[in-house]
């Protein structure tokens, strides 16, 4: 049992900078060998104790829907051809109905409006808020560690990570004052500031645990970066009642919004997976070599060698 029984899954984003694949495939959905990004988001939540999933979707993207719910057609088919094993992974794809719910934002108006979309489900207590694009390889699911020391801080809580001044103009950055073990006493969050204005190079991962009165701050908040009402505006504002913390997870991080953090994901597991980590490796080995083949043939044909 823990105290955070609701998480929030804020997925009626474009997914822009993976077009024009996300025009028919939500973001949300590119795999990670089998099984979407969302299903391993779910799996974090499930496994930190959530009992209630909250999906703010939109209207566009009914797979990200359709893959929570029972599909008799297949499930019959595998069935009656004794195909046990993949029945098996099908059926645990599927959420039972009461543990999920949908709630639809029409129009992208911001990470902040998405969970305040929401609100009907989260007035009394503290709720979670998970990114699926951004995965976490963690031996403790990242959310249970946040839960666990959430048990004893209060207030409202994000995962953070130190990214270097070069790379913190592309997160949300966490104002810190007092350093306890691996959790920052923080006084705000600045989204998307520039290296010079940063007050501190601890970004703002997607795992949050907000009281409700961040929901009253997102009534208030107005569009701020790339005008767009941003969850990271309210929480700041939300300071003046309740204590921030930042908490430095442990765990890899991989931003699946961006190609290349997709494919690092991609890589990670599959070198990982006792069912694809030797094929794996061999295939890596042998594009390793192809690729200083060509590089060596061009060097010469450039008269380099
Ligand atoms: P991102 O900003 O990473 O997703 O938001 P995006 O806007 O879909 O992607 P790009 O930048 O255009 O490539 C993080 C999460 O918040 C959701 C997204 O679906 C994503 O899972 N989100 C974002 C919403 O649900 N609503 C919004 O208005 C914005």
Known sequence: MTHIKTAVFPVAGLGSRFLPITKAVPKEMLPLI???LISYAVEEAKSAGIEQLIFVSSPDKPMIEQYFQ??????NHLFQNRKTSKLRQVQLATLPDPFYKFVYQTSPRGLGHAVWTAREYLRDEPFAVI????????K?????QMIERHAFTGGNMVAT????????SAYGCLDYTEIEGNCLKA???????????????????????????????LAKTKPGAGGEIQLTDAIAADCKNQQLWGLQFEGQRYDCGSKIGYLD???ALALERADTAVAFRKVLQRQTQQNQNSRVRAAIAFGVY
């Open 265 to 267: 994901a991609i890589m």
């Open 187 to 217: 006084s705000g969050m600045v989204e998307k500031p520039t290296p010079e204005t940063a007050p501190s190079t601890q970004a703002v991962i997607g795992r949050y645990i907000l009281q409700p009165s961040v929901l009253d701050e």
């Open 161 to 168: 990570m130190d990214v270097g001044p070069q790379e913190i």
């Open 70 to 75: 029972t599909n008799v057609k297949l499930e």
């Open 131 to 138: 990114l699926v694009d951004d995965f976490i390889h963690a």
């Open 34 to 36: 089998d099984r979407p």
């Open 140 to 144: 403790k699911p990242c959310l249970a």
